[in-house]
């Protein structure tokens, strides 16, 4: 079942000159880039995003880091991209990550981890909404 989903190429990803590399990933497998973007996000558009979040006390250090620099946002979409596109990205934090997943190769933390992706249909269309509200 082709599916669309949110990736959000983090600020650290992008200073360490990883967008490239991070692309490649999903376009090796096969999902098509429908969107593409590169951008800051405010704090606001951060507690959209993070909506569910935004009350835990981990969640104001995420928002200084989400918002430090320029972001990629890509709509990706192919057959089950969610799950296809959570596979390629690895466990949340980098140093349990697997190896061969983004985070597992490229990420030694669980704040600063290079990528986001949509949970679930819901979320991917919510978080769309939000970066592409065109589309």
Do not use: C
């Not at 989903?5 to 983090?10: A, E, G, I, Q, S």
């Amino acid at each position: 079942m082709s599916e669309r989903t949110l990736v959000l190429v983090k600020p650290d990803a992008v200073r360490r000159g990883l967008v490239g590399e991070v692309l490649g990933r999903f376009e090796r497998k096969g999902l098509l880039i429908v969107a593409l973007d590169q951008r800051r996000i405010d704090p606001g558009t951060a507690d959209r995003h993070y909506a569910e979040h935004v009350e835990k006390d981990w969640y104001p250090p995420l928002r200084e880091f989400i918002t430090s620099g320029p972001l990629v946002a890509i709509v990706l979409e192919g057959d089950e991209a969610i799950s296809v596109v959570r596979g390629i990205n690895g466990a949340t934090d980098g140093r349990a990550a697997a190896a061969g997943t983004i985070r597992g190769d490229l990420s030694l933390s669980n704040r600063e981890n290079l990528v986001h992706a949509s949970d679930s249909a819901e979320s991917a269309a919510r978080e769309i909404g939000i970066f592409f509200p065109s589309l």
